[in-house]
Structures are given as structure tokens and as C-alpha cells.
């Protein structure tokens, strides 16, 4: 019998949706086990799992994982299925380029400044800043402009092969457009756009969407 894949992961965490994204474009079952970083009582055995108390974490029978870009590199490569990495040497590169941009320079802006204060703080009722949203915003503006650059290039970002680039990325953008600041931001950015409209429809991604809470 096949080794069980489990993901322990947090609904609206864009990362474990990266990691969700792979595992549906590999087309591999696999349990769920909810934990909410954030939350003040985070297990012991999550704590074991990621020292650094984070989501997500794969577990692939007794081979377990954490760091987003490790798991969906594994995941391609232990799996069947179309794969995510590119053969030419060049589109590897801006694949992991795109991944380590989004991790280092686009998580906090896009994300945790102006999707967070502009749409789900206000969901769960909890305190919102408009200087983190005016703060993401002009740091998101580099972020965008490098991915504009790569997408103009056409090795990876080009709306129609998906690699691992794509499903790092989409969860990200997707949060920063549902607040009316981002999608301003995005639209003046042609490649990114047009990267968008087809990613958008991707079934990994909509199968994915998180359903954000109900107003509080
Ligand atoms: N570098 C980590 C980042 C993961 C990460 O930051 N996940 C967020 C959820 S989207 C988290 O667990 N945050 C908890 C915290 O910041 O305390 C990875 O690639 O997996």
C-alpha cells in the first residue's frame, strides 16, 4: 500500500494552499489536519512537527516536511502526474527565483499588510491599520514590478504551463486582489494581468479557494 500523504495546514494560509494547489495539479489524495498557527495554543505536537511554529507541514508516511518550497519541489518529484519543473535550465532558475521572491519580498506585503488589514481583519472583527495597507501597498510595487519583468521573459509565468512558480504565486495574488488597492495595483501591470485571467481559472486554484469568514 501506498505510503499516506497529510497535510497540516491552516485554511486561509496561503502557503498550505500553494502546497494544496500541487497536490490537486498531481492529481494525490491526502488527509487534512487543521492547525491555526496564530492561534495562542498551538500543540505540542505541532511544535514537534515545525519548531518554528509555522503552517504548512507534509507528512509523507514517516517522511516529514516543512518549508513550503522544500514540499512542493518534493511533491513534483516523488509523484506521477505532468510535471511542475521545467526542463530547460534557465526556467528552473526563474521558477525558484519567482518562489524566493514571493516567500521573501511579497508574503508580507501582499498578504499580512494589505490583505489582512483590508479584508480579513475586518472579517473577524479584529482592528485594522490603514498605514500597513498604505505601507504594503508601496512595498508590494517592487514585487509586482520584478514579476511584470519576469512574466514580459515568457520562461515561466506565461498562463499556460504551470509549474510550481504558478502555484506559489496564485494563492498570494489572489488574496491581494480582493482588496480594491491591489486589484488598482495589479491592473497596471500587462503580463501580470494577463497571467492572472488564465491562472484564475486554474481548477487547483478555485477547488482551493479558502471561503473567507463571514463578517464578524
Ligand atoms: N517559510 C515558510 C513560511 C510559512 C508561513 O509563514 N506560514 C504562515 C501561514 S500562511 C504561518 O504559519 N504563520 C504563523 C506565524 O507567523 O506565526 C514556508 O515557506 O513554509
Known amino acids: 500500500m501506498a505510503d499516506k500523504v497529510t497535510l497540516h495546514g491552516y ?3 496561503v502557503y498550505t494552499r500553494a502546497v494544496r494547489m500541487v497536490l490537486a495539479e498531481k492529481r494525490v489524495a491526502y488527509d487534512r489536519v487543521e492547525l491555526d498557527p ?9 511544535r514537534l512537527l515545525h519548531p518554528f511554529v509555522r503552517v504548512p507541514v507534509l507528512a509523507h508516511g514517516d517522511f516529514v ?3 513550503t518550497a522544500a514540499i512542493t519541489r518534493y511533491i513534483d518529484a516523488a509523484f506521477n502526474g505532468s510535471p511542475l519543473t521545467p526542463a530547460d535550465p534557465k526556467a528552473i ?6 518562489i524566493a521572491i514571493v516567500d521573501a519580498y511579497g508574503y508580507w506585503p501582499l498578504v499580512r499588510q494589505v490583505f489582512a ?4 481583519r475586518p472579517l473577524e472583527g479584529e482592528t485594522a491599520s490603514e498605514e500597513e495597507i498604505a505601507a504594503g501597498l508601496e512595498a508590494s510595487r517592487t514585487v509586482l514590478a520584478a514579476l511584470e519583468t519576469i512574466a514580459c521573459e515568457g520562461l515561466v509565468l506565461d498562463g499556460e504551463t504551470v509549474t510550481l512558480a504558478d502555484c506559489h504565486l496564485a494563492p498570494m495574488i489572489d488574496y491581494f486582489l480582493r482588496a480594491p488597492e491591489g486589484a488598482a495595483a495589479i491592473a497596471v501591470y500587462p503580463a501580470l494581468s494577463r497571467w492572472w485571467r488564465r491562472i484564475s481559472t486554474l481548477a487547483s486554484l478555485i477547488e482551493t479557494d479558502p471561503g473567507l ?3 464578524a
Request: net charge positive.
Open 117 to 120: 488589514h483590508r479584508i480579513f
Open 11 to 13: 485554511r486561509y494560509s
Open 93 to 98: 532558475a526563474r521558477m525558484a527565483q519567482v
Open 213 to 215: 469568514p463571514a463578517a
Open 38 to 46: 496564530f492561534a495562542d495554543n498551538v500543540s505540542a505536537s505541532h
Open 65 to 67: 516536511l516543512y518549508e
